[in-house]
């Protein structure tokens, strides 16, 4: 009879993977440290593979240890999607909702969001969570996450989705600047390396460029910004121009600022903005509702 490791092992390795000492993870899992090193060999043994390579002083996983890990978190979340089945098709506005959220839109969304939640469902708690479209992936992949908003297109793998709503892109510059150049707006009226945007770990950037047909490379400022509150006063220095969501735009982002708002060059340039869960999820009728939420409020 084939013999299948537990779901108690798996939850041992991730959580070593994680903390990377033997005795924060026996902590973290509610077991003696010798509890948790012999579960971690017992799953060794039955792959027949070895995953952690042990000293005194440190511990490297193998890369077999690194896929059993990744796969491990997949299991493990579908095995709490499982558990949560019943429980939530009795109640899908109740108990605690882990919500992940990009930080170009997070400023301008989530303190509206909750509000509107602790009106209409206010026995569905909100663990909000901000970090960048690939780390809230990894998170709802491996269980950390149940539900992300994001700015489509993005690469969900099999992960499901949901659109709600337009953010259309505007283009922001001093006023002064905006006096130099004709209208309607053409990048050759701008200077080379005037454009400035966000790191490449934000996709706000390949989504702006893409979506306002920015094709010249020698217009992007090598310079790259972490945040758009970093991006919009660059520019109300007068030290070129930058896109904004209009969301931002709506919520204050330019406030006060001397800065002019043009249109992109082209037609309508937007991203889109979608909830992502996993398939596996029973929490369906919650997105859903979540979903009708942040439409209305787009």
Same mark, same amino acid.
């Not at 039955?46 to 952690?52: D, F, K, R, T, V």
């Not at 709490?80 to 109640?91: A, G, H, I, P």
């Not at 109740?94 to 909750?114: H, S």
């Given at each position: ?10 939850? /041992? ?40 390579? #042990? ?56 303190? $509206? ?7 209409? /469902?206010?026995?569905? $708690?909100?663990l909000l969570r901000e970090d960048t479209t690939a780390n809230l992936l990894t998170a709802l992949k ?19 989705? @949901?659109?709600?709503? #337009?953010?259309? =892109? ?16 053409? /990048? ?11 790191? #490449? ?11 306002c047909n920015l094709t010249s490379t020698a217009k992007i400022n090598p310079f790259s910004a972490t ?29 006060? !600022?001397?800065l002019a708002i043009l249109e992109p060059p082209g037609q309508e340039a937007y991203r889109e903005i979608?909830?992502?869960? @996993? ?7 919650? =997105?859903?509702? !979540? ?5 209305? !409020? !787009?």
């Amino acid at each position: 009879m084939t013999k299948f490791p537990s779901l108690k092992q798996l939850h /041992y390795l991730v959580t070593l993977y994680e903390t990377r000492h033997f005795g924060e993870a026996a902590k973290q899992c509610f077991v003696s440290q010798s509890t948790l090193s012999s579960g971690i060999q017992n799953l060794e043994d039955l792959i027949g593979s070895q995953l952690i390579e #042990r000293d005194n002083k440190t511990l490297v996983f193998s890369a077999i240890g690194e896929d059993v890990v990744s796969r491990s978190r997949e299991i493990l979340a579908k095995s709490q999607d499982l558990m949560e089945l019943t429980q939530v098709s009795e109640r899908p506005m109740q108990g605690k909702l882990r919500v992940g959220c990009i930080p170009t839109i997070a400023p301008f969304l989530l303190c $509206d969001l909750v509000q509107a939640v602790n009106k209409q /469902y206010p026995e569905l $708690d909100l663990l909000l969570r901000e970090d960048t479209t690939a780390n809230l992936l990894t998170a709802l992949k491996s269980g950390e996450m149940d539900v992300l908003i994001l700015a489509l297109p993005v690469d969900i793998g099999n992960m499901a989705s @949901r659109a709600v709503g #337009r953010d259309a =892109f505007k283009m922001v510059m001093s006023k002064f600047q905006a006096s130099q150049v004709h209208s309607p707006l053409s /990048y050759s009226d701008l200077p080379d390396e005037s454009v400035f945007l966000l790191e #490449r770990e934000h996709c706000l950037t390949d989504h702006a460029v893409s979506a306002c047909n920015l094709t010249s490379t020698a217009k992007i400022n090598p310079f790259s910004a972490t945040s758009l509150h970093t991006l919009v006063q660059m520019v109300a220095n007068g030290l070129g121009t930058t896109f904004i969501p209009q969301m931002a735009i709506k919520h204050g982002l330019i406030e006060n !600022l001397n800065l002019a708002i043009l249109e992109p060059p082209g037609q309508e340039a937007y991203r889109e903005i979608g909830l992502v869960w @996993r398939p596996t999820s029973s929490r369906k009728p919650t =997105f859903d509702a !979540l979903a009708e939420l942040v439409e209305s !409020l !787009l």
